[in-house]
């Protein structure tokens, strides 16, 4: 059986080079080989990741709402998508925003013991970076990335920065 956390490591990897027809495919493919209690909930959670990869980020909570997770990791990589899908839709009110950015420390807070101190800080920076970019909308955005040793989904952050200066 494959530990869940390698096969999200998988898919995140072969999300690089692969198209999302095969990377489904290759989900529904090796999702019975994987050891999880939570089938269903590891399967959406690798689709939600493939549709991150290609840019469909409304397609993202659809998948998932309501879910039941094996690990810490699922949980806290579950937020980081859900909070992009937030962040990207055009018609999500920033409060709503926010009190997914709330939750989602919240969980990062009360499982800060289970997970190691680089993964803590690149999740907590992550968040940071999105509610300045949020409230950017508001003031001048003044935003560094420098300053984040550790972050989260870095290359799209730089995407979501540059896009934000441009405007």
Known sequence: KIPVIRFHNI???LSIFKNDSWLKNFISTWINKVNTAQKIATQCLAEAQVNFAMENYDQILGLLSGLDYDTVDQKIRARSLELIAFYTDENT???LFFNAAHNYKRLLKRHKSHI???LYKANYNFIHLLEKLV???YKNLDVN?????FLLHRSWCIGQV???KSK
């Open 135 to 137: 409230k950017s909308d």
């Open 116 to 118: 190691s101190e680089k």
């Open 145 to 149: 990335l420098t300053q984040y040793d």
């Open 11 to 13: 898919i995140g990897s």
């Open 162 to 164: 540059k896009l934000k």
């Open 93 to 95: 009110k920033h409060d």
